[in-house]
């Protein structure tokens, strides 16, 4: 059997991939805006997030449908996802099943970003949020209504199913 680490060390060990992935990111749009420019190294980044969190929420649909469940908003929590450790979040009550919002005031993404006075190239990759529950659903609408790398003090994400599932 594995050896068991402790809260803490798991913590720091999600903190250091996410920072590694941040930096892989910086380093990549560094390098396209230098090769081709801010506004194709844009059009790039978009699309490279769009088709990565689009195959995110495909796996995750993967995962879910293996375990027999329904493709809905309240069982997406059951696919692999960066685990939420390194994150201080809560589920924000919508008295639907077809609204789910999350709180999140502490994100090791943005705080990355932050470090690298990187904010608005962050802000980007954030919509990785809507790709993924796209990618899982595509009646999935995501929204950021807030967020921390635009100034907010939290970020505030809302995805919403705005049709009732076939049969229902």
């Not at 594995?2 to 941040?22: F, H, N, P, S, Y």
């Not at 059951?78 to 999140?104: C, N, Q, W, Y």
Request: aromatic share 8%; proline share 4%.
């Amino acid at each position: 059997m594995g050896q068991m680490i402790d809260r803490e060390e798991a913590k720091w060990q999600v903190e250091v991939t996410i920072d590694r992935l941040v930096h892989f990111y910086y380093h990549t749009v560094q390098t396209l805006i230098a090769e081709f420019g801010e506004e194709e190294a844009r059009r790039l980044i978009q699309k490279i997030i769009a088709d990565f969190g689009a195959d995110c929420g495909r796996a995750t649909r993967a995962q879910v449908e293996a375990l027999g469940k329904e493709n809905s908003i309240v069982n997406h929590s059951l696919g692999k996802e960066i685990p939420p450790i390194a994150f201080e979040s809560r589920k924000i009550a919508t008295g639907s099943e077809r609204v789910k919002m999350t709180e999140v005031t502490v994100c090791p993404y943005a705080r990355a970003f932050q470090e690298l006075d990187f904010a608005r190239w962050g802000r980007l990759y954030c919509e990785i949020d809507h790709a993924k529950y796209s990618g899982y659903n595509e009646r999935f609408v995501c929204h950021h209504d807030k967020n921390l790398l635009d100034g907010d003090d939290r970020c505030i994400i809302r995805v919403e199913d705005p049709e009732p599932p076939a049969g229902k």
